[in-house]
């Protein structure tokens, strides 16, 4: 299992960032993919999750209205778009996959996932 995180880097307040999510060998099928962020001396959070085929979605209350998850189940892939960024968003984000997904409970809590990317760093600063 692969999940390959990429797209970070140096923005300013307000501008906006693309984060992808290539993920490979992730069985069964039916799963859900989150992205996840660390600040230095804080822990690993939850911003969004989307589940593959039925539809569901998770945002944290800190990203509602700015960020967007999307899937290309053709590619295996989960984009996430953060506009309006601010310097509390800076952090390393990580991609990960809840093979054990049961359908209708998303969920966004880091012991949930099995799979993980390596991070990529978003900083948000002036």
């Known amino acids: 299992v692969q999940l390959q995180a990429s797209g970070g880097g140096l923005v300013q307040p307000g501008g906006s960032l693309r984060l992808t999510c290539a993920t490979s060998?992730?069985?069964?099928?039916?799963?859900?993919t989150g992205w996840f962020r660390q600040a230095p001396g804080k822990e690993r959070e939850g911003v969004s999750c989307i589940s593959n085929d039925d539809g569901m979605i998770f945002y944290a209350d800190s990203v509602k209205g700015r960020f967007t998850i999307t899937r290309d189940n053709a590619k295996k892939t989960v984009y996430l778009q953060m506009n309006s960024l601010k310097p509390e968003d800076t952090a390393v984000y990580y991609c990960?996959?809840?093979?054990?997904?049961?359908?209708?409970?998303?969920?966004?809590?880091?012991?949930?996932?099995?799979?993980w990317g390596q991070g990529t760093q978003v900083t948000v600063s002036s």
């Open positions: 060998g992730v069985t069964p099928d039916h799963y859900a």
């Open positions: 990960a996959a809840d093979a054990t997904y049961h359908s209708g409970l998303i969920s966004s809590e880091v012991s949930s996932y099995d799979y």
